[in-house]
Nanobody
Framework: QVQLVESGGGLVQPGGSLRLSCAAS????????MGWYRQAPGKQRELVAT???????NYADSAKGRFTISKDDAKNTVYLQMNSLKPEDTAVYYC??????????????WGQGTQVTVSS
């Protein structure tokens, strides 16, 4: 199994910045794609950004131009730098690791989430 631990959430004012971290319990980035998702109250969980083992990156439209996903393979850590935060960014942010191996075997892990609140 893989354990994922998020950190870095908190309360910020609109226009502020936060950097979220997701630490994996072992070296997995060579075979797992990593992602950040978020879930606001009353809404479905949505994709924020993903980064593959080959460092291909994808962002949700809401994140483009403001958020940056990156990873440090040596530290088994994925980051989400969030700038120009808006109240609508308020949500619980979750780290995800997924691998689909041979014969369709799927491994999918989630962290516990970290709260991000953007408010005056």
């Amino acid at each position: 199994q893989v354990q994922l631990v998020e950190s870095g959430g908190g309360l910020v004012q609109p226009g502020g910045s936060l950097r979220l971290s997701c630490a994996a319990s072992r070296s997995i980035f060579s075979i797992y794609a990593m992602g950040w998702y978020r879930q606001a109250p009353g809404k479905q969980r949505e994709l924020v950004a993903t980064i593959t083992s080959g460092s291909r990156i994808n962002y949700a439209d809401s994140a483009k131009g403001r958020f940056t996903i990156s990873k440090d393979d040596a530290k088994n850590t994925v980051y989400l730098q969030m700038n120009s935060l808006k109240p609508e960014d308020t949500a619980v942010y979750y780290c995800n690791a997924v691998n689909i191996g041979a014969m369709g075997s799927r491994y999918d892990y989630w962290g516990q989430g970290t709260q991000v609140t953007v408010s005056s």
